[in-house]
Nanobody, 123 residues
Framework: VQLQASGGGLVQAGGSLRLSCAAS????????MAWFRQAPGKEREFVAA???????YYADSVKGRFTISRDRAKNTHYLQMNVLKPEDTAVYYC??????????????????WGQGTQVTVSS
């Protein structure tokens, strides 16, 4: 299994970015795909997840600004980030696994991780 994350970069506050996570070795829809982020000096935190039940979950800090989606044909998940704020600056990781619905926010339950992509939001 491999997860290939891409799409990070430098953007001004209020701008947008779209992150991608291409999965190989996994059957589409059979796994949970999530995004986490880690800012310098902080612990890794949950951002968003697309669960196997088709529901999406978001951290309160990004709700209404970020959207997680997926493309079956490409076996790829996306994180559309709008109205970016300086506090969104972090390395973003995609992760995959089989956490139960009630635990999609727990990073310890994810089995596979992408390499991380840097998002920097300037003020």
């Amino acid at each position: 299994v491999q997860l290939q994350a891409s799409g990070g970069g430098l953007v001004q506050a209020g701008g947008s970015l779209r992150l991608s996570c291409a999965a190989s070795g996994l059957t589409f829809g059979s796994y949970v795909m999530a995004w986490f982020r880690q800012a310098p000096g902080k612990e890794r935190e949950f951002v968003a997840a697309f669960a196997r039940n088709g529901y999406t979950y978001y951290a309160d800090s990004v709700k209404g600004r970020f959207t997680i989606s997926r493309d079956r044909a490409k076996n790829t998940h996306y994180l559309q980030m709008n109205v970016l704020k300086p506090e969104d600056t972090a390395v973003y990781y995609c992760a995959s696994g089989y956490p139960p619905v009630g635990s999609v926010r727990s990073d310890g339950l994810y089995r596979w991780w992408g390499q991380g992509t840097q998002v920097t939001v300037s003020s």
